[in-house]
Nanobody, 122 residues
Framework: QVQLVESGGGLVQAGGSLRLSCTAS????????MGWFRQAPGEERELVAG????????YYADSVKGRFIISRDNIKNTVLLQMISLKPEDTAVYYC???????????????WGQGTQVTVSS
């Protein structure tokens, strides 16, 4: 069982930055693709950024390209999401997830964190 713990959410003004962190308790962390999803009230959960087990391949939703950067450290078992130029529409609960390589929907992810709230004020 993989346990994922997120941190780093909070309230920020539009144009500001936040960095989300996710720490995994797993000896096989590097075998998982990792993703950051978000879910706003009344909306479906969507993948905003993903990264392969090696860290060499990344995926970004069009809405965050150029503003969010995902990275991972397989020694520290962490995955980060650096977010800049935040917009009110980025407001959501952000979830860290571990799953299958190439997966871009929640069904492809097996382990989930508890979520962290990001609120961007206008």
């Amino acid at each position: 069982q993989v346990q994922l713990v997120e941190s780093g959410g909070g309230l920020v003004q539009a144009g500001g930055s936040l960095r989300l962190s996710c720490t995994a308790s797993s000896r096989t962390f590097s075998t998982y693709a990792m993703g950051w999803f978000r879910q706003a009230p009344g909306e479906e959960r969507e993948l905003v950024a993903g990264i392969s087990g090696s860290g060499y391949s990344t995926y970004y939703a069009d809405s965050v390209k150029g503003r969010f950067i995902i990275s991972r450290d397989n020694i520290k078992n962490t995955v980060l999401l650096q977010m800049i130029s935040l917009k009110p529409e980025d407001t959501a609960v952000y979830y860290c997830a571990a799953g299958a390589h190439g997966a871009t929907t929640p069904m492809g992810y097996f382990h989930w964190g508890q979520g962290t709230q990001v609120t961007v004020s206008s």
